[in-house]
């Protein structure tokens, strides 16, 4: 039976659209109620567990306060001004006493405020301006916010209020009054600790996700948390009218369309309310996004069936394919792939055969072409001479034929014809490193007669290494460069050293100038940069290394702190 043949789209399409179906059926089973109720729980527990924190938060600011106004009820020195209030003349003692007042209240003197007063206002001190408004002199009673604490005997405990002057306090959030009584319980003043609204504001946690507000169930006024200098009556909070009536109690509420949670600060009248709407998120974004989750978890078990099926279709013909790759890989060039029925897999297995023959053919000439460019870059380098040197000798050779120096001329004419027969009539391109090592010598021995004694050269040879065979013409280009760049221009005695020796598996070669060294340091820490510079030689030892060692030797110059240039090459010890 003939298989029928169809593309990739058309099956995947088929598939995909079967995948995509059956998950938007699903959309219409699923409950939206069930979706709301979870969210509206969930964001119940979290209002409430807001407002509990920020309860928590406020109530130790609180405590820690009421403490505060207990220590400075208890404070002896403050006791002794309220019962005398002529010591307030005494600069001495009073200056003591305010050192008492900010000793007890230190560190905290940008949180909060402590004042102290008498019953008859003649004594007024505090850690601020003494604010008016609490000076009994300015009241009709013996001090109309502190009238409360008369209501008790033996009136020792602190009154807590949630300031709602905005006028005249503008800064304060909640007050703390406390009496100052004699040993024999007679009231002689009060302490007043004002806790300003930033020091509510910074304990509480930013929260963008309700409303908070510190609530008063004594005054019925209510202040936003993270806006310290609004205080309103409960009628300005709609959140806060869903509660049931009558006492307040800690309890969450869903009315309405609002979240309330009410959360009891512990030893005061006040609570944490934290109120949202629901409808402040977007419930159809919400239930959309469970309902995807709930869909796409069951089409995501139908997928994995279909797709086993559509596995099937698409991995064999490609599993072959892979296989026929690697084969390639490991130089299986003679592989072909066989017919497919699905168009665009076919047309991969013809467009993989044609690839493998014409990777074939083009490693041949690729193998070709880069033998005749090696050839031909080799013999470019080789052809490069630089006249410097020939000019330098001829005028050498002519000054001493002036002065009749016979000898002198015969060992230069000598040595002249030996580099010339080294480096024009060889054509081998590498030598040893003893014929290299000759031609250098042959190279100094006509500098050291051309500039007397001022020359003087060392070596430092590893005998066993001048039988190693390395490309031509390595050594005597980097002497020449240390003479006619680094030795010439030096003012005095110029020293020249050759090493040769063994390294780490590798023969180092040094040559070493205590010339002016490079001026271009950038130049040459970037060799590759030379090859239109004056320094052509140097490039030309460069590139043959790299050519001949197949970049695996090295050529690197570096400064010597006493002064001079030193030449490293590194090559290999090739094994026989």
Same mark, same amino acid.
């Given at each position: %039976?003939?298989?029928?043949?169809?593309?990739?789209?058309?099956?995947?399409? *088929?598939?995909?659209?079967?995948?995509?179906?059956?998950?938007?059926?699903?959309?219409?089973?699923?409950?939206?109620?069930?979706?709301?109720?979870?969210?509206?729980?969930?964001?119940?527990?979290?209002?409430?567990?807001?407002?509990?924190?920020?309860?928590?938060?406020?109530?130790?600011?609180?405590?820690?306060?009421?403490?505060?106004?207990?220590?400075?009820?208890?404070?002896?020195?403050?006791?002794?001004?309220?019962?005398?209030?002529?010591?307030?003349?005494?600069?001495?003692?009073?200056?003591?006493?305010?050192?008492?007042?900010?000793?007890?209240?230190?560190?905290?003197?940008?949180?909060?405020?402590?004042?102290?007063?008498?019953?008859?206002?003649?004594?007024?001190?505090?850690? !601020?301006?003494?604010?008016?408004?609490?000076?009994?002199?300015? !009241?009709?009673?013996?001090? @109309?916010?502190?009238?409360?604490?008369?209501?008790?005997?033996?009136?020792?405990?602190?009154?807590?209020?949630?300031?709602?002057?905005? =006028?005249?306090?503008?800064?304060?959030?909640?007050?703390?009054?406390?009496?100052?009584? @004699?040993?024999?319980?007679?009231?002689?003043?009060?302490?007043?600790?004002?806790?300003?609204?930033?020091?509510?504001?910074?304990?509480?946690?930013?929260?963008?996700?309700?409303?908070?507000?510190?609530?008063?169930?004594?005054?019925?006024?209510?202040?936003?948390?993270? /806006?310290?200098?609004?205080?309103?009556?409960?009628?300005?909070?709609?959140?806060?009218? *869903?509660?049931?009536?009558?006492?307040?109690?800690?309890?969450?509420?869903?009315?309405?369309?609002?979240?309330?949670?009410?959360?009891?600060?512990?030893?005061?009248?006040?609570?944490?309310?934290?109120?949202?709407?629901?409808?402040?998120?977007?419930?159809?974004?919400?239930?959309?996004?469970?309902?995807?989750?709930?869909?796409?978890?069951?089409?995501?078990?139908?997928?994995?069936?279909?797709?086993?099926?559509?596995?099937?279709?698409?991995?064999?013909?490609?599993?072959?394919?892979?296989?026929?790759?690697?084969?390639?890989?490991?130089?299986?060039?003679? *592989?072909?792939?066989?017919?497919?029925?699905?168009?665009? %897999?076919?047309?991969?297995?013809?467009?993989?055969?044609?690839?493998?023959?014409?990777?074939?053919?083009?490693?041949?000439?690729?193998? =070709?072409?880069?033998?005749?460019?090696?050839?031909?870059?080799?013999?470019?380098?080789?052809?490069?001479?630089?006249?410097?040197?020939?000019?330098?000798?001829?005028?050498?050779?002519?000054?001493?034929?002036?002065?009749?120096?016979?000898?002198?001329?015969?060992?230069?004419?000598?040595?002249?014809?030996?580099?010339?027969?080294?480096?024009?009539?060889?054509?081998?391109?590498?030598?040893?490193?003893?014929?290299?090592?000759?031609?250098?010598?042959?190279? $100094?021995?006509?500098?050291?007669?051309?500039?007397?004694?001022?020359?003087?050269?060392?070596?430092?040879?590893?005998?066993?290494?001048? @039988?190693?065979?390395?490309?031509?013409?390595?050594?005597?280009?980097?002497?020449?460069?240390?003479?006619?760049?680094?030795?010439?221009?030096?003012?005095? $005695?110029?020293?020249?050293?050759?090493?040769?020796?063994?390294?780490? /598996?590798?023969?180092?070669?040094?040559?070493?100038?205590?010339?002016?060294?490079?001026?271009?340091?950038?130049?040459?820490?970037?060799?590759?940069? $030379? =090859?239109?510079?004056? !320094?052509?030689?140097?490039?030309?030892?460069?590139?043959?290394?790299?050519?001949?060692?197949?970049?695996?030797?090295?050529?690197?110059?570096?400064?010597?702190?006493?002064?001079?240039?030193?030449?490293?090459?590194?090559?290999?010890?090739?094994?026989?």
């Amino acid at each position: %039976m003939k298989k029928i043949k169809t593309s990739l789209f058309t099956r995947l399409f *088929i598939y995909f659209f079967i995948l995509i179906s059956i998950p938007l059926i699903s959309f219409s089973i699923v409950s939206s109620t069930i979706a709301k109720r979870k969210i509206i729980n969930e964001l119940k527990t979290e209002v409430y567990n807001i407002g509990n924190s920020q309860a928590d938060k406020v109530h130790r600011i609180i405590e820690d306060y009421r403490h505060k106004t207990y220590q400075l009820s208890k404070t002896a020195q403050i006791i002794e001004l309220l019962e005398n209030p002529k010591l307030t003349e005494n600069k001495a003692y009073m200056n003591e006493t305010y050192n008492q007042l900010f000793s007890t209240m230190k560190g905290d003197t940008y949180y909060a405020s402590a004042s102290i007063i008498n019953t008859t206002g003649t004594v007024r001190i505090s850690t !601020h301006p003494f604010p008016e408004e609490y000076d009994i002199r300015n !009241h009709s009673t013996v001090l @109309d916010f502190a009238a409360p604490l008369m209501d008790s005997k033996p009136y020792t405990y602190t009154k807590i209020v949630l300031n709602n002057n905005e =006028e005249k306090n503008p800064n304060v959030a909640i007050t703390l009054i406390r009496y100052i009584f @004699d040993s024999d319980d007679n009231a002689l003043g009060y302490v007043i600790v004002d806790i300003y609204k930033n020091t509510i504001k910074e304990v509480i946690d930013e929260n963008t996700l309700t409303t908070s507000l510190l609530v008063d169930t004594d005054t019925f006024i209510a202040s936003e948390l993270d /806006n310290a200098s609004e205080y309103y009556s409960f009628s300005n909070y709609p959140g806060l009218n *869903i509660r049931d009536k009558g006492e307040f109690s800690e309890n969450i509420f869903y009315k309405n369309n609002y979240i309330l949670a009410l959360n009891k600060i512990d030893n005061t009248n006040f609570y944490i309310a934290n109120y949202i709407k629901d409808q402040t998120f977007n419930n159809n974004l919400r239930e959309i996004l469970i309902l995807d989750t709930i869909s796409i978890f069951v089409g995501l078990i139908l997928s994995l069936i279909l797709a086993f099926f559509l596995g099937k279709e698409i991995t064999k013909p490609i599993g072959k394919l892979i296989k026929a790759m690697k084969r390639v890989e490991d130089g299986n060039l003679a *592989i072909t792939i066989e017919d497919n029925n699905i168009y665009e %897999m076919q047309d991969l297995n013809e467009n993989f055969n044609k690839m493998v023959l014409q990777l074939v053919n083009l490693i041949q000439k690729t193998k =070709e072409s880069q033998k005749r460019i090696y050839e031909a870059e080799r013999e470019a380098l080789q052809s490069q001479i630089n006249p410097h040197f020939l000019f330098n000798t001829l005028n050498t050779i002519k000054s001493l034929a002036n002065i009749n120096n016979q000898e002198e001329i015969y060992t230069i004419s000598i040595k002249l014809g030996q580099l010339l027969r080294s480096s024009i009539y060889n054509k081998s391109a590498n030598c040893t490193l003893e014929k290299s090592l000759e031609l250098v010598k042959s190279y $100094l021995t006509i500098q050291q007669i051309r500039f007397k004694d001022k020359l003087e050269v060392s070596y430092d040879i590893d005998e066993s290494l001048l @039988d190693v065979e390395t490309p031509k013409l390595i050594l005597q280009p980097l002497v020449e460069n240390s003479i006619i760049h680094g030795l010439e221009p030096k003012i005095g $005695l110029w020293f020249l050293k050759i090493s040769i020796k063994k390294a780490n /598996n590798k023969i180092k070669i040094i040559i070493e100038d205590n010339g002016i060294g490079f001026e271009n340091k950038q130049v040459m820490a970037n060799l590759s940069q $030379l =090859e239109n510079s004056n !320094h052509v030689g140097v490039f030309n030892v460069y590139k043959r290394l790299q050519l001949f060692y197949n970049n695996k030797a090295s050529l690197s110059f570096e400064d010597i702190n006493t002064g001079g240039t030193r030449a490293i090459i590194l090559i290999p010890l090739l094994e026989d």
